[in-house]
Every structure is written in structure tokens, then in C-alpha cells.
């Protein structure tokens, strides 16, 4: 019924469940992937640059996690998007709401918004439908 890949890369395993739960009470979602590190996630993506269909639309990325965070994800990303099969939005998700973070993340080009966790149903509502429309 879906027409939206949502991906969550986030160490925490709790956060991983909620987000879960939350995304698949959401019709417009069709496929939901989790990471708990952005090498696994890089790894993904860089595995599958030409099936649009295997890809996130909209990723929400954690800051800190173990193996390689969100940042050097991001490093990575940038190096392998021009081999991506269509547009990727990515969401910066922090506890932190310290302004270096989020100074930090906002320069990325191709981070479109920096969210603070805890992030609620309504708000992963919001950007999946501000993506679709």
C-alpha cells in the first residue's frame, strides 16, 4: 500500500523498536530498514545503487553511535551519491540539543532538518507525509 522507504540508522535499541512500531502504524510507509551504525547503512546503500525500489526515501540518522557515527556516515554518503538511484532525505535525530551538533549537521547539504529525540508518532507522521506531498 506504501510508497515510502524509511530508514532508521540508530544504536539504541529501544529507540529502534518505538521508531519500528511507529512506522508501521503509518500506511504510507512500505518498507522500513534499521542500522545500529552508519558502516552498516553505508554498506547498504553502497551495495545497491541502481534499485531505486531496495532504497530509503527518508533516512533518520543518529549522531552518536558506535563503528561509525552519524557524521562519518554523512562523509560517506556524500561519496556515494552520485551512484544512487534517486534523492534521499536525511533527518539528523540527536539527544543533544547542543548548537555545535546542530550547526555541525546543518551544513550538510543533504541533511534537510535537525530533530531532537525523543521523536513522537506525530513527528515521523509529519515527515513522511511533508515527503509525499
Same mark, same amino acid.
Given at each position: 500500500?506504501?510508497?515510502?522507504?524509511?530508514?532508521?540508522?540508530?544504536?539504541? +535499541?529501544?529507540?529502534?523498536?518505538?521508531?519500528?512500531?511507529?512506522?508501521?502504524?503509518?500506511?504510507?510507509?512500505?518498507?522500513?530498514?534499521?542500522?545500529?551504525?552508519?558502516?552498516?547503512?553505508?554498506?547498504?546503500?553502497?551495495?545497491?545503487?541502481?534499485?531505486?525500489?531496495? &532504497?530509503?526515501?527518508? +533516512?533518520?540518522?543518529?549522531?552518536?553511535?558506535?563503528?561509525?557515527?552519524?557524521?562519518?556516515? &554523512?562523509?560517506?554518503?556524500?561519496?556515494?551519491?552520485?551512484? +544512487?538511484?534517486?534523492? %534521499?532525505? %536525511?533527518?539528523?535525530?540527536?539527544?543533544?540539543?547542543?548548537?555545535?551538533?546542530?550547526?555541525?549537521?546543518?551544513?550538510?547539504?543533504?541533511?534537510?532538518?535537525?530533530?531532537?529525540?525523543?521523536?513522537?508518532?506525530?513527528?515521523?507522521?509529519?515527515? +513522511?507525509?511533508?515527503? &509525499?506531498?
Amino acid at each position: 500500500m506504501g510508497n515510502c522507504n524509511v530508514c532508521i540508522i540508530d544504536d539504541d +535499541i529501544v529507540y529502534q523498536f518505538t521508531a519500528k512500531k511507529f512506522l508501521e502504524k503509518i500506511s504510507e510507509v512500505s518498507k522500513i530498514m534499521i542500522f545500529s551504525n552508519g558502516l552498516e547503512a553505508s554498506q547498504h546503500l553502497h551495495d545497491k545503487p541502481t534499485t531505486a525500489e531496495d &532504497l530509503p526515501d527518508i +533516512i533518520f540518522l543518529d549522531i552518536r553511535m558506535p563503528v561509525m557515527d552519524g557524521f562519518t556516515f &554523512l562523509e560517506r554518503f556524500k561519496t556515494i551519491k552520485p551512484n +544512487i538511484a534517486k534523492p %534521499i532525505t %536525511i533527518y539528523m535525530v540527536s539527544s543533544s540539543p547542543e548548537s555545535k551538533d546542530r550547526e555541525k549537521a546543518l551544513a550538510y547539504s543533504e541533511v534537510s532538518e535537525y530533530l531532537i529525540k525523543p521523536l513522537t508518532f506525530d513527528i515521523f507522521k509529519e515527515k +513522511i507525509y511533508s515527503f &509525499l506531498n
